[in-house]
């Protein structure tokens, strides 16, 4: 992201000095960079687990019991970590209700569903080159066998 030079202005309008303009680039995020806050982000949520965890939370608040149904494949202690992670991030509320048994629910915050569009994109794409991605790397496999075995 470029620089703000001396003189640019601020959201209300106002100029900015040059101590200013760098102050306000120190809180820009490069998620290429290694290190980056953004990059650490990214890489939780693009995380499968976080993805099919966002996507059946889309429905509404749901126990862990109902999530480990809607989720096939996922362990308790994932399904686990996946929510305390989501929590930690601010992505969703988990509210424990005093009754017999407890009842704990995990329900979208609004940061968590301002999320969901480029989750559904990402299972929209996934879906729509699945096939390809699928013949890709048959040929791909194919290919490399054959350079293995000296053909």
């Given at each position: ?6 003189g640019?202005c601020?959201d209300?309008g ?12 120190q ?13 650490q982000?990214m890489e939780?949520?693009s995380s499968?687990?976080v993805?099919?965890?966002?996507l059946?939370?889309e429905e ?6 109902e999530?480990?149904?809607r989720?096939p494949?996922?362990?308790?202690k994932?399904l ?5 992670t989501l929590?930690r991030d601010g992505?969703?509320t ?8 407890v009842r704990?629910d995990?329900e979208?915050?609004?940061?968590g569903q301002?999320?969901l569009?480029?989750?559904f994109r990402?299972?929209e794409?996934?879906e ?9 790397r048959?040929?791909?496999?194919r290919?490399?066998?054959g350079?293995?075995?000296?053909q």
């Amino acid at each position: 992201m470029p620089k703000a030079p001396p003189g640019a202005c601020d959201d209300e309008g106002m100029t900015l000095t040059a101590d200013q303009s760098r102050e306000r680039e120190q809180h820009r995020y490069n998620a290429s960079l290694e290190f980056c806050p953004a990059r650490q982000l990214m890489e939780a949520i693009s995380s499968k687990w976080v993805t099919l965890v966002m996507l059946a939370l889309e429905e509404g608040p749901q126990r862990h019991s109902e999530l480990r149904r809607r989720i096939p494949g996922a362990s308790q202690k994932m399904l686990t970590s996946t929510l305390r992670t989501l929590e930690r991030d601010g992505l969703i509320t988990r509210e424990v209700t005093a009754s017999v048994p407890v009842r704990t629910d995990y329900e979208l915050t609004h940061r968590g569903q301002s999320l969901l569009p480029v989750i559904f994109r990402l299972k929209e794409w996934a879906e729509d080159n699945m096939d390809a991605v699928a013949a890709s790397r048959q040929h791909h496999d194919r290919v490399r066998a054959g350079v293995a075995a000296g053909q």
